[in-house]
């Protein structure tokens, strides 16, 4: 599947790879699954002849129609299916996701998926450049990956939280007055410099090099840039995690 690249609110490009069709019909699948368990724990042994019986099945319509605008909305665009699939729904202009783009994105279900069967939504997901459905597209928003190319991954934290801070010996003890956005525009470069090997890049390269050491006030700045910027970059997870 494509990627996308998303602003954050720091004005940093982040790269998500957009989530496929395949992943959110599985992350369909399981909130439906999860929708037809509730229901029949909801109807289980319910009196067709009494009072509560109505009750139960206007808390079943209830909890069926409004089941994904309100897991979206408390599990920050992820129902239980998207967070079981690592996706989410995001804003593409990289604002946070408010009530109106959830409502959205809810209300167009009826057309991109239930009366076409899912049809429009595939459709419109595989020839979008953004992999919007309908909803996506007047809504602003898209469905990510929610590993990214550049940010923290656990993998980087677990293992570097394995190296005790007074067992490890820093090269740059100093990394730690960077901020997290500083650190997220590093890791965004190497990963531009290692993909896109390029002269711009290998001056972005050294420019942000010497911003980094003279930052942390470190006087020499070995030859090996890549090799300096992944050093600060683990050290800094290690004195800050």
Request: charged share 20%.
């Amino acid at each position: 599947m494509a990627n996308i690249e998303i602003n954050t609110t720091q004005n940093v490009k982040i790269e998500y790879q957009l989530a496929g069709v395949g992943h959110r019909f599985l992350a369909f699948l399981i909130d439906f699954i999860i929708l037809f368990v509730l229901i029949i724990l909801i109807s289980f042994n319910s009196d067709e002849t009494s009072i509560v019986y109505y009750l139960v099945v206007t808390i079943i319509i209830f909890v069926v129609v409004f089941y994904t605008l309100a897991s979206e909305l408390i599990g920050n665009g992820q129902t239980i299916g998207k967070l079981a699939m690592g996706i989410k729904v995001v804003k593409l202009n990289g604002d946070e996701m408010a009530f109106y783009d959830y409502f959205t994105r809810w209300s167009m279900r009826l057309i991109d998926i239930y009366f076409s069967s899912g049809t429009i939504a595939m459709l419109l997901i595989t020839s979008n450049k953004n992999g919007q459905r309908t909803g996506d597209i007047i809504a602003g928003t898209t469905v990510i990956k929610k590993k990214n190319n550049y940010g923290f991954q656990l993998y980087d934290i677990q293992n570097l939280n394995k190296k005790k801070k007074e067992d490890y010996t820093f090269e740059y003890p100093n990394a730690y007055q960077l901020n997290e956005k500083d650190v997220i525009l590093i890791k965004n470069l190497l990963y531009r410099y290692k993909k896109f090997n390029n002269q711009a890049h290998h001056n972005a390269l050294i420019n942000l090099s010497s911003k980094v050491s003279e930052t942390l006030n470190i006087d020499t700045i070995p030859n090996n840039k890549i090799n300096f910027l992944n050093k600060i970059v683990s050290e800094y997870i290690i004195l800050t995690r």
